[in-house]
Structure formats: C-alpha cells, structure tokens
C-alpha cells in the first residue's frame, strides 16, 4: 500500500514574531493575525497556487459534473455503437481514441461510452472518497492522536499499539477480501452507495495512524508547555485542557496533513478499484478505467493515458498545494 | 462442452504462472511463400488448397498442452480432434466441410449398426486388416476393453462417461483394474474378433455420437498402462507418438502398420506432425504471422493485439477463419425469480436488448461472432439461423415493443432485477454491462452482481441459491458434446436436467411438449427426421423466451497459406487437423 505522505516537520503553532521582518514591504499593516501571515506566504508560492487551483477546478468539476456534461458531452453511461469498429472488436473509430470536438476525450471500447464523462463522473466518485476517507482519518486519528499524547501512560500504551498494528496491517488485501465478502446489500444499502462505504471506511480506518502519531508527538510536546501548565493551575480538566488548549495549536499539522492524506487517497482508491475492489460498473472510476484499459494499451493507448492523466495530475495538484500549505505554515521548513 | 472450455481456460491460466519456457529451439525453415491467402472464412464450407501431396512436417503450436492424450480422458475439443491422428472409433465424422463433416460415418466399422430390437441393439461389423502400431490386430476385444476403460473413474477421471450412463445398466462395473470378472461390461457382446454388440436399457438414438469420442476408440490390454497411459498411448490411426514432452512439445511420425485401404476418411499427407507448446501466446500469434508456426491447435482466436494487426491488413486476414465453434453466449432467465415468471416480462427484455452492443461486447461480428436469433447454434442439425421470432439480427433495440409488453405483464415503468455474471469473463462481464445499459432505457433497473466463476455450479447452477438470492437474468454460454439437438439442448432445457448443483437448465424449463419431443427423439435413429423435431423445440423454446441469444461464438483463427486441405469440420468447430499437409515439403 501506498505510503503516508511525510508528517510535516513542525507545528504550525511555533509561528514566531522575528520571522515577520521579511515582509519589509508590507510592514505598514499592523495586527496581522497566523492566518493572514500564512496566506500572504502562501499567495507568494506560485507552485502552491497553481495546485490549489486546479483542485479548485477539480472539486467544482465534481460538483457541476452533471451540468458540465450536459454542456459540451454525453450521459456518461450512453453506449455509442456507431463511434465503434466492430470489425476490431469495437476499438474506436479514429485516431487517439476516438477524440473528436463532441467527444473531448475520445470514447472507451466496446461500448463507446463518452470519455469525458467517465472521467468528470469518476472525479466525482474519487474526490468524494477520497475527502470522506481524509476526514474519517483525522477525525480518528486527531482524537486519540491528542489522547495518547496528553494522557501518557497506559492510555498513550495501548493506542500506540493500536497505530502500530494497523500500520503493519495489509490494508489493501483487507480491502480486495472485505469486498469479494460484501453481500449485495447491507442494512439496506446497495450497489454503489455500499461501494464507496467500503473504500471510505477501509481507506480513512487505515489512514488514522499516520495522523494519529504526528498528533500524539505534537501533544506531548505541547502539554509540557508553560500556557498548559498555567490552564492546569487554575484549575482546568482534561478535556477542557485538551479541546480548548491542545487542539487550536494543532490546527496546523491537522490541516496540511489532511491536504497531504487526501492525494494518497486519490491514489489508493484508484488502486482498490484498479483491483476490482472499487465502486461497481457503470459507475464510473478512474481505477477501473485503468484496469480496463489494459486490455487494449496497444492498440488504442489513448484509453489508458486519459485516466492516467487524470490521477496523474489531481495527485500532484494536491501534493503541490499540500507542500506549500506546510511551507506557509511552517516558516522553519523554507 | 462448457466443462471443456472452462478447463481450457484453467489450464491457459496455469500455464502463463507457471510460465513453462516450452519455446525457441523449433526454428522452421519455412518461407512463407508469399501467395496470397485463401481469403476470410475460405476454409469454412469449402477447401483451402485440395491437395493430396505428401511429405514434410506439419508445425502445430498451442498455448496450452492437451490435458490428456489419453483417449479415455481427453476432453478439450482440440485433443478430440487430434485424436483423429491416433485412435479410430467404430464411427467418426467425415473429414469434410459444411453440416456434411456432421454425419456420422463407419471409420473401424465396415458399415454404420444394424439397429434391432427395437433401438436397443447395436451390432457393428468391423473391417479386416485393422492393425495397431505395434502391427498386432485390432479386434472387438480392444474396442471393449477401451470402453471399459471409462468406467475405472479412480484410475481415469475427468473424460466425458456418457458411456457409463448408457451401458452401467445397473452392473457398478468397476472398470477393468478391479473387475475380476473375465466376462466384463456384461452390456457389450464380442461374439467374434470382428462384430461387436451394444445392449442397451431403453433406446437411445445419439448412441453412435457417444461412440464417436476418442474414449470409445480401441485399446490393447497389453500395453495399458493405466494413468501412465496418456504418455504412449497405442495408435490405431495413421500417426503414432515418437515422443511427448508434457507442458512441452509432441511428436508424431507415421505409423507403418496403418493401411490406408482401410481408412476412407484419413488422408496423412505430412511425414511428422510437431506441437510445441509454448506458454507466451503473443509469441505464437507472431510465429503464426511469420509462417513459422502453421496453425494454433488451440483454435480459441488469437490474442486482442495479434487480432487488430490482422484484420486491419488485407493479406493477413486472407489467412484468417472465423467459424462458428459450436457455442452460444446467451442470458437465461429464471423463471422462479419475479417478474421472470411472467413470460411477457422476459419478452420485454428480449425486445429491449441491444444486440448490437452485445455482440460488440462478445468481441465483434469476426472476434465474437454473428448475432444469435435462436438457440440451436449452426453446426447442430436442425438449426435454423434464419428463425428470428424476436427480430434480434438487425441489431437495434425495440424500445416501443419492449414497452408494450412491460405493459402486458403489469409493470409498465419497469422493474429491479439482478444480472449474475462469472467475475473471471471479460467478455461476459461487458455483456451484462451492455445489457445492463440497454434495459436502463425501458425503466428496468438491473444490477450486476459478479461471482467467481470457479462457483458457477453452486451459484448459478443452484436453482436454489438463484431463487434465494433473486438472480432474474444469468449470462452463460452452452456448447454441445456431440452435434445433435440431444448433445446441445438436453441439459439446457430438459425439466430432468435440472440438478441441485451444477445445472444448466437455468430457467428451470419444465415444458410437457418438450419432454415428449426428447421421448420422440430418443426412438428416432434417422438424423433427418430427428433434426425436424429439435427445430420443433427450438421453436418452443424460443416462443417461451427463456433464453436471450448473444452470439453464435466464434473466434479468429490465423493459418499459414503454406498448409494444404485446410477446412473447418463443423463436428469439432474447428479446422480438421489430419487433414492438414503441407505444400512446400518442408
């Protein structure tokens, strides 16, 4: 399974005033808070914002997916028999797939579905999966992340134990069983619905670790710290100390790892669908693109480039957003 | 067939694991002589390159060994055919083209039974001079110990044992390891060397197809070797084994104590026949393409790659056929699931499918083969290919009919249904979803639910688990053992046919008509008369709309211009390979 991304190097919250002067040029402005200093880091990185507009794009693609396919394609599971040589074996007619001005990105094999609308649905299904999976993540991991941190002892013990297991935990086998095992329906709920809840618990419930130590490590760190103790002094009880003392200062690190956990669970959800184990046809999904395409890399290689493409560069948009997020938060790692 | 099929697909797989580096050394020395080929599909119905030359060595190649030379055990359709090289059976089918080849002719029988007593006598008569390999004479005796063979099921499992049903009759013969018994199968008589007499319980007119496969063909007792059988086995054809590697080549050389005199079917033109067996099928593709390699005996198509290059050449699909195989790929539908206990409901998907899409999805007209409008594939007699009572060959879905009929059967908006489909099936998987996308036009919302295909006989072979788990429509594909409309439509719909595991009478077809039509057809010795009554059936079955028809399968095959007597024998749906010789003597 594909790795975590890489724990950012610091906390967010170790923000200090003597990193300000570099902003000679603005220095006019007064009472900046964290936020406004970070944006104004962040604005300046191109690369970052670059990324963080085609995610932008992308999630708004995702969400007018209906619209934009009724604008410039074809219902994305609409055969087309006349775009196909059935003398091939149903290949596109054409050269690159079929790529035409109606059918943007050519059309798939055998059944002539319209390109474009597989991979703006399949953006649908990967984006939802992949941002649920991320919050379950940190939701899980963030909690008993800070537990473990704050509380030591047995509690830190048993859940670092509990992190260890799932890391070493063959989560991609899990998942391709998990599915050859899942009834048709479950607690009324069917077909794709029942899918994309398996890839999101599967893929979040193995995810929290990763978090759940970065969070662990911040907190001990942190729960030595003088505010900390002044909180306890006066008076202050565990989950007061640890949801209105700990967690603001670990915003940070939960917010660039989240858009760092996001892109790894682009990738594993094409991965598990990829292997049969995603969402199921017709529904569309870029990994079972993927894994269809391979039939006919010879062929008709456009079929395989076009999803390839498509993970290729939500990855790498939400990795370059992803590290410059981390860098704007965290001057110490410029 | 489909347990053939399925092995072979089995077998495939496990020879690209254990990637067996069966390859490389059998450089042919062939030029391929670069005359234009034959033509498409100029070897099914007629001759490519009559020609009654001898010599030189035919280069057969596959990309899965026989899972047994041994003729009691051999089941993939290939070893059928090539075991015309080495064993002969009382009957055969002719080596000829077109619904000729179907015809049963004597091969070591002198003339076709004298049937008695009511069609439960059979008394063949066999020829004179019939030897074995080793020169020794093949009597009547060797044609019952071979038959005999059958029945030692520990010792020799996994061929057809129609025979055992047939001629048990009650006895539990036990095969002849363990039969101390020197009178044997009490069921066959050998009065003398040369006349051999079947008694059979009831009459049965497909009784001469089950006699037919290798598995009924002679055997000395001498030389049986049980298991180890299959390494040499003894030759009563033209060719006998030098030698078999398993997982890696054979070789047969010509067997100096056939006499051709006594074979009117077999030709032997090649001095030597080679199979290689190689486990990188693209390879065997460019071997076929480069004239070294002179036909995959396999005959399952060439790969997708090897496909696209041909037919986008003209040349080279010249050298290419594209002959039913005998197969039909259909969706059944169950009858104990709801609404598919309503006929009117099954015909609304049969008027909404889209043949088209289907048949792409099978691969194509020449990949996948053309659109099926019955359920008797061509090369059984009695099929009609052009009965189209559901107007399904011009390809378009019927969306007004469709609805009309969803009407009649009280659903007009349409209806939830399950499509079960084997997860290991390519082509099948993109049927369902072609069928799928097509019926989502009528309001019929269908889900596909993959198994493994290994469970085939307990998923959708069990009628309960179909009814239990609501599978509405299952994709399939059905092939015959033998041509006749017995071989092909007994087990799919026969109401005594359905089976707890494994059945194939998957709409649980119980119709009284056709249970006296199969009566009628059992007594009925006359081929044409009995192909009238299974189109009678067909007809039935078809009015019944218990099956959607997908394709008549067919796969592309490549063969090297240089091969002469080339055709496709409809009995094996596939190229009759002791036909074959070479031109060029090399």
Redesign the interface.
Known sequence: MVMGPEPPAAAGSTLVADELPVESEVRAIEGRSLGRIAWNRLKRDRIAMAGGIIVIVLILVAIFAPVLVKLVAHPP???H?DL????????PKGRFGGISGSYLFGVQP??GRDMFSQIVYGARVSLTVAFLAALVAVLIGSVLGVAAGYFGGWVDAAISRVMDLLLAFPQLLFAIALV?VLP?SLWGF??TFLRMAVLVVVIGFFGWPYIGRIVRGQALSLREREFVEASRSLGARGGYILFRELLPNLVAPILVYTTLIIPTNILNEAALSFL?AGV???TPSWGRLMSDAV??Y??DPTYMIVPGVAIFVTVMAFNLFGDGLRDALDPRAH | MTVKRRAIAAGAAVLAMALLAACGGNKATTTTNSNTGAGFNAAVGKVVNPSTKKGGTLQMWSSQDADSWDPAIGYYAFVWDLNQLYTRTLVTYPAQPGTAGLKLAPDLASAMPDITDGGKTYTFHLRSGIKFDDGTAITSKDIKYGIERIFAQDVLPGGPIYLMGQLDEGQNYPGPYKDKDPAGLKSIETPDDSTIIFHLKAPYADFPYLLAMPGAGPVPQARDTGAKYALKPASSGPYMFQSYEPGKSTVWVRNPNWDPSTDPIRKALPDKINLTITSNADDLDSRLIAGTADIDVGQTGVQSAAQIKVLQNPSLKANTDAPPNGFIRYAAFATTVAPFDNIDCRKAVMYAADHTALQTARGGPIGGGPIAPNMLPPNILGSDTKYDPYNIVQGKPQLDKAKEELQKCGKPNGFSTTIAVRNNKDKEIKSAEALQQSLAAVGIKANIYQYDGKLLSTVIGAPDNVKKNGYGIMIAGWGADWPSGTGYLQPLIDQTFILKNGNYNLPEIKDPQIQSLFQQTALETDPTKAAALYNQMNHIVMEGAYYLPFTYDAALNYRNPRLTNVFVNQAWGMIDFQALGVSDGK
């Open positions: 599971n609409d055969f028999d196909l040589d059935p003398n091939l074996g149903g290949l055998v059944t050859s048709q069917g077909g049969g199921k046809s017709p039939n006919y010879q062929p």
